[in-house]
DNA sequence: CATCTATATTGACAACCATCGAAATTTCGC
DNA sequence: GCGAAATTTCGATGGTTGTCAATATAGATG
């Protein structure tokens, strides 16, 4: 299997899908959602759903309890934190990057810039 | 072409590569980043890049500005913004849903569930 | 114009992924 | 233990995607 990934692109990776957004979403408003109602927001089979949830289980995104015959899920606190931990960093930090590209080298400046690479 | 989808899962989708996220992360320290720079962060080639920053842009992600010979690309203040965005809807509204999972319906009471469909 | 450098595009290929039907597994109630 | 219902696993399949080499484009410079 591939495991060797960067976790946050795994975090990523596991909530960029149309169902398995929609499915972080309801469990964001609704809090535990049985499994078998995802099945009616996302137009999908239910092996679909079963699917897409061990996905966003084994990326941390939620986790799931028995409650007799039904399965209900709930969001991990764990990966939302993450989710905006890594919305922070990506947060222009020293350089200022807001509208005109001020701080830019000059043409000029920048034709004596060594060769990248 | 597939264009009717969720701007969102867009957004994420361009985010969750690692190569993508490198150059992110890269444009949220420095600022702003020659094109011909991303090669050397991530061990890929340059049309492979290019390839990348299209998707970054065409998402949102990214602004890309001439400056002579050179391309300097910034990230997009907006598109941050719809990150974080993102981030806040996901979080637990009404319901509680941190560790136990209180208020769920009990073994008995979700005996009478209606049938989910 | 000729040429050089940076970037974009094209085309091909392999790996990955979402989806489904069918079958296996788990749990409950009788 | 048996059957019913919810969920998972399996196998197959079509579509998407990341990567590269080769080629094309664009801007600068002589």
Redesign the interface.
Known sequence: MKRP??P??RL??A????TR?SI??Q??????V?A??F??CCEVRQPTVSHHLKVLREAGWVRG?R??T?I?Y??E?AA?AR??EL?G???????????E?S???T?QS??H?PI??
Chains 1, 2 share one sequence.
Do not use: I, K, M
């Not at 960093?89 to 509208?99: D, E, F, H, Q, V």
């Open positions: 990934v960067d946050d692109v990523l990776q909530a960029a899908d149309p957004l972080l979403r469990l964001g408003v609704e809090g535990a049985c078998c109602d099945t009616a309890e409650r007799g039904w209900y709930t969001l606190p939302l989710f905006r919305a960093a990506l947060r222009p930090g020293s350089a200022r990057t807001s509208g590209l701080g830019l080298p043409l920048a034709a810039r990248a690479r």
